[in-house]
């Protein structure tokens, strides 16, 4: 495979401005920049997304760009790989040598002299366009060992197995066994076994035909089940995904043999096998850290874009507020991302989102809900500056000028249930309090703190100094009740013994109770 990325790397180095913006259009990647730009774009994309489609677009580029130079009888120094040195050539049982066949005279499914459900090589006129694949970001294919091949009934039965013989080669043995466990008896390079629908209008998503079960060489290899429904009148689903055939395989020079058996109910199934390095969330946020990163300019001018005035529109938009929090786990963006795709400034966390997408992939945005896959994902550079200057605010607000700032929470004004105590002094300053009585007789005229004042009041006279007069504001319903009985009393000695003189106002005319 080094060898492989070298000669695409130089095939690249080679190219003209037009060829490189035909590749990073082919992939949908942005064409625009100088070459120097555009070259190490391109590099980017072959050290990190070498896949075979990519490979075959390049060499076509390189073809198209060398067409009379190929045509001459040397070979040149850029010349493209043979195709068939991704896969093993030969069946270990059979005496057919390996032969070196050209492009166009490839026919597939072959593989090493046995072809899947029995079938001979194809005729060369039955050129169809392939089946092809989705990619998944959490496995990077290394070799195609078998490419997307037709599951062909061979009889009317609904049960059908479809066998597959082959051999890996020494080089993707040791591949395999000098990889890293990613958890006890898994290693990260992986045989897959990938099965779609046999539809070439697009890239087709894992999906497993009905009463599926896969036998590798004597055991049968488990297959992943159906989630359950919480939803009543809901079926089931069950998570296709690629199904890891390693542990079963013999890792040396022996053949193995795959038996897929499936239900036959009128729908075409396609079937392919690959070699692949299996990716962590980390791995897959690192790589995200390095080539994913938008610069905090771009952003600013995408908000200004937003915000922009529209000359046809009745409303002007002066701002928009985005938070700071993740809509996944509800915690502080640590790494604020999102989707190209997506018309909305709110980003996700990546850290949490790709750690659900590693057990359960869906890659939908938790935003708008709508497709976020890996490969359009951007870190927003803005943001994540905003994030480490503004760390006691949990919301923003973006203005038309692409400037930003703070929207901190006011503070709820905390109310007591009780009425608090009310300490009036004794300064008459404001005139609204009378001269103390220095005698201390009950009932003064117009003083607060007598003796003769309501209930309720209190004041004391210590070393001469006439003390702070205090009211309670907070008494309970029982003082009430004890002052409705006073009443009641007075009311009864009234009435034997005649009118009783007035009780006098506590407060001093012009004052108001706190309360």
Known sequence: MAAELVEAKNMVMSFRVSDLQMLLGFV???????????????????QFDCSPELFKKIKELYETRYAKKSSEPISQPHRPLDPLTMHST??????????PLTGPNIDYPVLYGKYLNGLGRLPAKTLKPEVRLVKLPFFNMLDEL?????????????????????????RQVELIRNSRELQPGVKAVQVVLRICYSDTSSPQEDQ??????VKVNHSYCSVPGYYPSNKPGVEPKRPCRPINLTHLMYLSSATNRITVTWGNYGKSYSVALYLVRQLTSSELLQRLKTIGVK???????????????????????TGVRVSLICPLVKMRLSVPCRAETCAHLQCFDAVFYLQMNEKKPTWMCPVCDKPAPYDQLIIDGLLSKILSECEDADEIEYLVDGSWCPIRA???????????????????????LASPNVNGGGGGGGTLGGSGGGGGTMGSI????????????????????????????????????GPRPKRRCPFQKGLVSAC
């Not at 479809?162 to 020494?170: D, E, H």
């Not at 905390?414 to 609204?432: E, F, K």
């Open 28 to 46: 949908g990647r942005s064409k625009s920049g100088l070459k120097h730009e555009l070259v190490t774009r391109a590099l980017q994309l072959v």
């Open 90 to 99: 030969y069946d270990r049982a059979s005496t057919v040598p390996r032969t």
């Open 146 to 170: 078998l490419k997307p091949t037709e599951l062909v009934p061979q009889n009317n039965e609904k049960l059908q197995e479809s066998p597959c013989i082959f051999a890996l080669t020494p």
């Open 208 to 213: 497993y035909p009905p009463n599926i079960a």
């Open 295 to 317: 610069h905090p300019e771009l952003c600013k001018a995408l908000v200004k874009e937003k915000l922009r005035l529209d000359p046809d529109s009745e409303i002007a938009t």
């Open 410 to 432: 006011e503070k709820e004004r905390s109310c007591s249930p009780q009425c608090p105590i009310l300490v009036l002094g004794t300064s008459d300053t404001n005139g609204l």
């Open 462 to 497: 210590e070393n001469g100094k006439l003390g702070a007069d205090v009211v309670d504001l907070t008494l309970d319903s029982s003082s009430s009740s004890e002052e409705e009985e006073e009443e009641e009393e007075d009311e009864e000695d009234e009435d034997e013994d």
